[in-house]
Nanobody, 124 residues
Framework: QVQLVESGGGLVQAGDSLRLSCAASGRTFGTYTMAWFRQAPGKEREFVAGIIWSSGNTRYADSVKGRFSISRDNTKNALYLQMNSLKPEDTAVYYC?????????????????WGQGTQVTVSS
């Protein structure tokens, strides 16, 4: 089964950068789509960015376009989220997710493997 472990969260100031990592194991991910979601207190879990593992095609939520960048390292089975120009509204628990299909869906119900999450807090 797929195992996902996030790391890299922390407390930063507005305007700072942070890079999240997700170590993936348990499968060969050539036919998978991987994504980052986030959940702020009292809010629904929302799509942030996704990448088709084999092609590298990406998709972003409008709220993070131009500031966040998703990437993967095939040799390390690792997923990354580079977050620049962070804002207080980016504060949330960030989750790594995977689905065994090559489609950049944005609904959390489309993904069947999840990490435990990593907290990102952006102070103003």
């Amino acid at each position: 089964q797929v195992q996902l472990v996030e790391s890299g969260g922390g407390l930063v100031q507005a305007g700072d950068s942070l890079r999240l990592s997700c170590a993936a194991s348990g499968r060969t991910f050539g036919t998978y789509t991987m994504a980052w979601f986030r959940q702020a207190p009292g809010k629904e879990r929302e799509f942030v960015a996704g990448i088709i593992w084999s092609s590298g095609n990406t998709r972003y939520a409008d709220s993070v376009k131009g500031r966040f960048s998703i990437s993967r390292d095939n040799t390390k089975n690792a997923l990354y989220l580079q977050m620049n120009s962070l804002k207080p509204e980016d504060t949330a628990v960030y989750y790594c997710a995977a689905r065994p299909a090559m489609y950049l869906g944005t609904s959390k119900g489309e993904y069947n493997a999840w990490g435990q999450g990593t907290q990102v807090t952006v102070s103003s």
